[in-house]
Nanobody, 126 residues
């Protein structure tokens, strides 16, 4: 059974940093793509960043480019999201998700991911 567990969320002031972790069991993350999504109150869940399976290619939403970095530690089977220069509009529940390999996927759409974590709250105060 595949499980994804997020951690590292919390309360931070604007301009601060947080690092989220997504630890996996039941699936080797280097053989799949992993994405981070977020959902703010009253809004739809949206794509944040993804790291594409073995090649490790990364893609980001325009709203976080230059501030967030996604990375993977294969030895720990964990994916990270380093978030710098945080803004109040980054406040949301952050979810990690895993997607199978597909040549047709962009790895930015929710429907492409088959396993999800429970989420971790990130709150950025102004």
């Amino acid at each position: 059974q595949v499980q994804l567990v997020e951690s590292g969320g919390g309360l931070v002031q604007a301009g601060g940093s947080l690092r989220l972790s997504c630890a996996a069991s039941g699936r080797t993350l280097s053989r799949y793509s992993t994405g981070w999504f977020r959902q703010a109150p009253g809004k739809e869940r949206e794509f944040v960043a993804a790291i594409i399976w073995a090649a490790g290619r990364t893609t980001y939403a325009d709203s976080v480019k230059g501030r967030f970095t996604i990375s993977r530690d294969d030895a720990k089977n964990t994916v990270y999201l380093q978030m710098n220069s945080l803004k109040p509009e980054d406040t949301a529940v952050y979810y990690c998700a895993s997607a199978p390999v597909s040549g047709s996927y962009s790895y930015t759409r929710l429907s492409e991911f088959d396993y999800w974590g429970q989420g971790t709250q990130v709150t950025v105060s102004s």
